[in-house]
Structure formats: C-alpha cells, structure tokens
C-alpha cells in the first residue's frame, strides 16, 4: 500500500521532486536556467516549485514514509487554476534577460498541451520523481500502476505531460499512447501529451 503524503509533510515532497529532476539532468531545467550562473539554487526552487504549488485537492504518494519516490496526481475536475506558486521568481532572481522569457515559453507550451487534453474527467499524472539512490528499484511501477488500475476502475482516462522522448518510450510501457507534441518556441526542447484509456 503507498504512503498518503500529509500537507505537513509538502516541504519533503518538495526536495525529494527537486532532487530527483536535477539527479536526472531535466532538460527543461537546463533550458531554462541554461546562463543562470546559479542555476542549481534556481532549478531547486523551480521544481520545489512543482510540488509546493499544487493544490490541496491533489493525491500526493509516496512509496513509504521514507519517500524514496513520489507521484503527484489531479484527480478528475482538477487543473492547475488552483495552483498558488509561494515563491514565484521575478525578473531580479536571474543574471540573464532570456531566463523569464524562456520560463514563459515553457509555461505556455504546457498550457497548450493541458488545454488539448481536454476537460473530460480524467486522472492527471502530474509528476512521479525517485531520488537518485532508489533508481532502479521499481518506484516509478508501484506509484503508477495503483492510479491506472483506479482510473480503469472508475472508466476515466489518465494523461500526462512530459519533456523527453525517453520518458514517452517509459510510459508506452504501461499503455500510453502519444497524443501531442509541441516545440517550446524559439528552441529545440519538446513537450509531449500522452493519454491511456
């Protein structure tokens, strides 16, 4: 059975997402901090960031209490419009001009692929990051194979968003089919919407 992560315990959670996307060189983080000379503090908080700002409604699961891995889920009827970012960045955090203007491309990027997902009910995998130490233990599998059986069970569709086209070739595993994918303007980063029904 997964660890229902507690709001008193949203800080964790926050550093195990952080720790995770960094450890695994995230290539939307390294765009957009790419000529930030510090660039790890600022990728910390933004993926911190993926985590503190989400919303209470959201399922937040861990593997144990230890949280080795975690998965954040939307549950059908949730988007990101309750999203409340406590440490947004502001133009004075970055060294470079281009920094906010890329984060915005990005933002966008993800806003027209969630807007072509749809409004159907539908469960949302917001994310699933493992630290580094517990890679290859089979994490990811335990906190995503409960939430498809759950979906099936309730006949909804699970989507996500992703940023590579490694992570497309993991979640095909489990079913998900490629809907979209979108370039981040004025770049060669992509995004990519998938859909298991």
């Not at 229902?4 to 060189?25: H, K, M, Q, T, W």
């Not at 059986?149 to 489990?174: D, F, M």
Request: charged share 20%; aromatic share 10%; with cysteine.
């Amino acid at each position: 059975m997964l660890y229902e992560v507690p709001l008193g315990r949203i800080n964790e959670l926050a550093d195990v997402s952080a720790e995770a996307f960094i450890a695994n060189n995230d290539p939307i983080g390294n765009f957009m901090f790419q000529n930030e000379p510090n660039h790890l503090i600022l990728k910390k908080r933004f993926f911190r960031s993926l985590v503190t700002s989400c919303s209470q409604k959201a399922v937040r699961q861990g593997i144990s209490s230890v949280l080795e891995a975690v998965s954040i889920w939307f549950p059908p009827g949730m988007d990101h419009s309750g999203d409340i970012d406590v440490d947004p960045f502001s133009a004075q955090d970055f060294a470079d001009q281009g920094t906010m203007k890329r984060m915005q491309a990005v933002n966008e990027t993800i806003a027209a692929l969630t807007a072509h997902l749809g409004q159907e009910p539908q469960w949302y995998m917001h994310l699933v990051a493992v630290r580094p130490q517990f890679m290859g233990q089979g994490y990811s599998s335990q906190l995503i194979r409960p939430m498809l059986v759950r979906a099936e069970s309730e006949g909804l569709p699970c989507t996500l968003i992703t940023q590579s086209i490694e992570n497309v070739r993991k979640y095909e595993h489990w079913d998900f089919k490629l809907v979209k994918e979108m370039c981040v303007p004025n770049s060669q980063e992509k995004f990519y919407s998938m859909r298991k029904d």
